[in-house]
């Protein structure tokens, strides 16, 4: 009796909505991070990007499709990155609360960069504060995260729709984001000590990723191999780029896990330039609170290392 009970009841069980334990959906992994941190205790974000893939071109599996279908709130950049996830957001239901953060209160912004070849001009721009300005008239730089000015904005964006989704644990939300705020005050406070020996060094990337990164720290970006990450750079791009190496006098081209390494060796044969390794979203980083922190450290780590003499 018992048994047929169980079989009558069982699909209906698991039909139950995952509403009974609200989902939350994180983008990337440094968002997720800081996500991740936000909730300790209380929930367990999920990440669709474990951080080896290029968010410009990602398609949602099977699993992935699943999860954003059944999130209750979901953390994005927005379309300028997570292409592959502008048309799905679109038909979640009307009860799933989605935050893009491109236009999240507090977030400043940086107007996007053309051309591939940095002078001054483009290294003095300010921020622009909230999504507005200069930023939204030219377009916004999506890789936001990378400046830990906009990791408070965003600790304090999760605060906010965390408690509105689990308001009966607000108390200990608040003291999840207080910590984190205090640790990346910190964090800022150290990454500025490390980089400042480098702080005037010329250097290459492979893709316009690292403004904000550049921009809080001083760094002296002089140019991208690629002005579109999703397109292999042609012979002509090359030479123009071994030519902004020589008269820059970049010590440095850095490549990323995302995209093929060969390139990079290609440009900089010849140049005296060293080769190095930056990577914006984390690949090899596990998932979780420590990811963001680890991320930036990285990211400092690999520059100095770098481009010290």
């Keep these: 009796m018992h048994k047929k009970l169980l079989m009558v009841l069982l699909p209906l069980l698991l039909a139950v ?20 941190g936000v909730l300790e205790g209380v ?6 990007l474990s951080g080896g893939e290029s968010p410009h071109s990602h398609a949602l599996r099977p699993s992935q499709a699943r999860a954003r279908a059944e999130a209750r709130l979901v953390f994005w ?7 592959f996830l502008a048309r799905p957001l679109r038909s979640l239901s009307g009860a799933a609360r989605v935050v893009r953060l491109m236009d999240a209160e507090g977030v400043e912004l940086l107007p996007a960069r053309s ?25 916004a730089d999506p890789h936001l995260w990378l400046d830990p000015v906009n990791g ?15 308001p009966e644990q607000a108390e200990l939300l608040a003291a999840n984001a207080a910590r984190l705020d205090a640790r990346l005050r910190q964090l800022e406070a150290e990454l500025a000590e490390q980089l ?28 991208s191999i690629t002005l579109d990450p999703e397109r292999v750079p042609g012979a002509q791009r090359v030479r123009e780029v071994r030519e902004l190496i020589r008269a820059r006098d970049a010590r ?28 914006p979203l984390g690949a090899d980083l596990p998932p979780g609170p420590e990811a ?18």
């Design 17 to 36: 909505p995952a509403w009974s334990q609200p989902g939350v959906v994180v983008s990337i992994k440094p968002v997720h991070a800081l996500v991740a």
């Design 43 to 48: 929930a367990e974000p999920e990440l669709l």
């Design 292 to 309: 963001y922190f680890d991320l930036l450290s990285q990211l400092a780590a690999n520059l100095r290392g770098c481009l010290e003499p």
């Design 252 to 279: 440095c081209v850095f490549a990323e896990p995302q995209f093929t390494p060969r390139l990079v060796a290609t440009v900089v044969e010849g140049s005296g330039a060293r080769q190095g390794v930056l990577d």
């Design 115 to 139: 051309g591939g070849v940095w002078d001054s001009h483009d290294q003095a721009h300010g921020h622009a504060h909230g999504g507005h300005g200069h930023a939204e008239e030219h377009g």
């Design 152 to 166: 408070r904005a965003i600790v304090a964006i999760a605060l906010r729709e965390s408690q509105a989704l689990f």
């Design 196 to 223: 400042a020996p480098v702080r005037a060094v010329p250097f290459v990337v492979f893709h316009d990723a690292y403004q904000y990164l550049e921009q809080r720290f001083g760094l002296n970006a002089a140019g």
């Design 77 to 83: 950049v927005g379309p300028e990155l997570e292409t």
